[in-house]
């Protein structure tokens, strides 16, 4: 079983830059596809930006498109989301997810239930 932290969340003002880190420990995750999901007090969590194993497939939402990069350490077992030109509509909790071997392939990365290991989540707010 394989355990989520996440890193890296706080306070920014509107265009301003942030970048997440989350590390993973209890088994490599190297084969699975991961992805950075956000909930905001009130709202379904919503998808964000998944990567395949290889960081050769990237899926990202349209209300992060262009801003948001994801990326993948899987020497270290971390994954990066940089957030650039953050909004104030950025605020929410930020959470890292792991599918099992073989799920959430391909556009089945943007579904939340595809992934069966979550973080705990790290809390950004941009302030207008």
Do not use: H
């Not at 355990?3 to 830059?17: H, K, R, W, Y």
């Not at 605020?91 to 990365?109: D, K, P």
Request: glycine share 12%; charged share 15%; hydrophobic share 35%.
């Amino acid at each position: 079983q394989v355990q989520l932290v996440e890193s890296g969340g706080g306070t920014v003002q509107a265009g301003g830059s942030l970048r997440l880190s989350c590390v993973a420990s209890g088994r490599t995750f190297s084969t699975s596809t991961v992805a950075w999901f956000r909930q905001a007090p009130g709202k379904e969590r919503e998808f964000g930006v998944s990567i395949s194993w290889s960081g050769g497939r990237i899926y990202d939402a349209d209300s992060v498109k262009g801003r948001f990069t994801i990326s993948r350490d899987n020497a270290k077992n971390i994954i990066y989301l940089q957030m650039n030109s953050l909004k104030p509509e950025d605020t929410a909790t930020y959470y890292c997810a792991a599918a099992g071997l073989g799920r959430a392939m391909g556009r089945a990365s943007m579904t939340a239930q595809n992934y069966d290991t979550w973080g705990q989540g790290t809390q950004v707010t941009v302030s207008s």
